[in-house]
């Protein structure tokens, strides 16, 4: 499969811990984007890398969030201290980014469903 | 910040007739215009998108159209089936970082 993949696909923990997902981009894609989804709802971007440069981040993407993309190639987020609003499903998406100031197709993964106890 | 907006968030037709589901934006400077489907526990799947240069795209038995007076865009599905079945999500994009969705509508393609 060569698609985004995400990593692990379900997660359960405790409030308080913290937890790391994984996002493996579909190859060569410059961009890479995270969403958050909770039931009922469109995606909500959190944040967006070109290749290992993060350029935005959402006022949703507290300082308990952390996202990083050492390489330009996979990329993890990070909560600390986690709290039950952060239960919800975390979609990471690429792009191939090689149209500099125009948007182009994202391509999701499967997504990682986090449910805080 | 840019706003969508999408209706109905409920859509119910018969097997073959048309759906159509509409949304609007808010920010004037909004280029690129994408819809998903997402089947349930599945990831959202781009099944066709216009950018704001273009009036009208059509792909087999789906077609979207774009007022960018009106700021509004619509998704058009006729012929509908059983496998048309999903949630959609309009968005809007004003460049090359984030897309803003709308809420999404769940559309029922009754036998």
């Known amino acids: 499969d060569t698609g985004v993949s995400q990593n692990p696909r379900h997660k359960i923990t405790k409030r308080g811990q913290n937890v790391t997902f994984r996002c493996d981009p579909i190859?060569?894609?410059?961009?890479l984007y995270w969403y958050r989804q909770t039931l009922g709802q469109g995606p909500e971007f959190l944040t967006y890398?070109?290749?290992?440069?993060?350029?935005?981040k959402s006022r949703l993407l507290s300082d308990r969030f952390s996202a990083e993309r050492p390489k330009g190639s996979f990329s993890t987020l990070e909560i600390q201290r986690t709290e039950q609003g952060d239960s919800a499903m975390y979609l990471c998406?690429?792009?191939?980014?090689?149209?500099?100031?125009?948007?182009?197709?994202?391509?999701f993964g499967p997504g990682t469903r986090l449910l805080v106890l | 910040g840019e706003n969508v907006e999408q209706h109905p968030s409920t859509l119910s037709v018969q097997e073959g007739d048309s759906a159509v589901i509409k949304c609007t934006y808010s920010?004037?400077?909004?280029?690129?215009f994408p819809w998903y489907k997402q089947e349930l526990g599945k990831r959202p799947q781009l099944i066709i998108d216009?950018?704001?240069?273009?009036g009208e795209k059509k792909d087999q038995r789906i077609a979207v159209t774009l007022n960018k007076t009106a700021k509004h865009f619509s998704l058009h599905i006729t012929e509908t089936q059983p496998e048309d079945s999903a949630v959609y999500f309009c968005?809007?994009?004003?460049?090359?970082?984030?897309?803003?969705f709308g809420k999404g509508t769940r559309l029922h393609i009754l036998p």
């Open positions: 998406a690429s792009s191939p980014g090689g149209l500099a100031g125009e948007t182009e197709t994202q391509y």
């Open positions: 190859s060569e894609h410059n961009r």
């Open positions: 890398f070109q290749n290992e440069a993060q350029l935005e």
């Open positions: 920010d004037s400077a909004s280029n690129y």
């Open positions: 216009i950018r704001s240069n273009v």
């Open positions: 968005a809007a994009s004003i460049r090359d970082d984030k897309i803003i």
